[in-house]
């Protein structure tokens, strides 16, 4: 697609509720980033996938969270028994090649809140 | 692991005036600086970069200046328009496991016109 496309755009959950955030990058990207965004607060990083591995997840909160990633395409992030400290943005972003010679493209998020 | 700071954590300037931002980073092996700029229910936007083997790059009104040996790198934007307000993050990377990169808090600026 012409850009990163997130979805749900905004979700409500009640606190114990599972939930899944859906990411579906630039096409031909092979890198693929989720990073959390705080009210107020900067991006924190998540996991990273190259293709369908995920050779770095060393930013996921807890076993509650988890992601995958299937044909080197759309991504999922899942978090279960969700808490109020869950809400937050959540923000994917993709690269062509996970090099820096080509800088992020976000989408532009989905707003989770847990009530 | 790389730690980054964002100074200040807002700014107010008047239209046509000139803003700066300033990030400080904490490990030396880190070697390329993007700029994101956030706007109200949009994702980040890279706006300009800066590799560890230049000190300034320029894109009309916006500059950016790196000192490695003090590890810090400053945004410079010149003669400010209203739709420059957003929230602008600095962010540094190491190259580790890909392209990953580690942000400051943010700064939200706003120009007064």
């Known amino acids: 697609g012409a850009g990163v496309s997130q979805s749900p755009s905004n979700k409500v959950t009640e606190k114990g509720k599972d939930v899944e955030l859906r990411c579906d990058p630039i096409?031909?990207?092979?890198?693929l980033y989720w990073y959390r965004q705080s009210l107020g607060q900067g991006l924190e990083f998540l996991i990273y996938f190259q293709g369908n591995s995920a050779p770095d997840k060393s930013g996921l909160p807890s076993d509650r969270f988890s992601a995958e990633r299937t044909g080197g395409s759309v991504s999922t992030l899942t978090i279960q028994r969700t808490q109020q400290e869950d809400s937050a943005v959540y923000l994917c972003?993709?690269?062509?090649?996970?090099?820096?010679?080509?800088?992020?493209?976000f989408g532009s998020g989905t707003r989770l809140t847990v009530v | 692991g790389e730690n980054v700071e964002q100074h200040p954590s807002t700014l107010s300037v008047q239209e046509g005036d000139s803003a700066v931002i300033k990030c400080t980073y904490s490990d030396s092996a880190s070697n390329y600086f993007p700029w994101y700029k956030q706007e109200l229910g949009k994702g980040p936007q890279l706006i300009i970069d800066i590799r560890s083997n230049v000190g300034e790059k320029k894109d009309q009104r916006i500059a950016v200046t790196l000192n490695k040996t003090a590890k810090h790198f400053s945004l410079h934007i010149t003669e400010t328009q209203p739709e420059d307000s957003a929230v602008y993050f600095c962010?540094?990377?190491?190259?580790?496991?890909?392209?990953?990169?580690?942000f400051g808090a943010g700064t939200i600026l706003r120009v007064k016109s």
């Open positions: 962010a540094a990377h190491k190259r580790e496991y890909g392209n990953k990169l580690v």
């Open positions: 096409s031909g990207h092979t890198a």
């Open positions: 972003a993709s690269s062509l090649d996970g090099t820096t010679n080509y800088g992020y493209t």
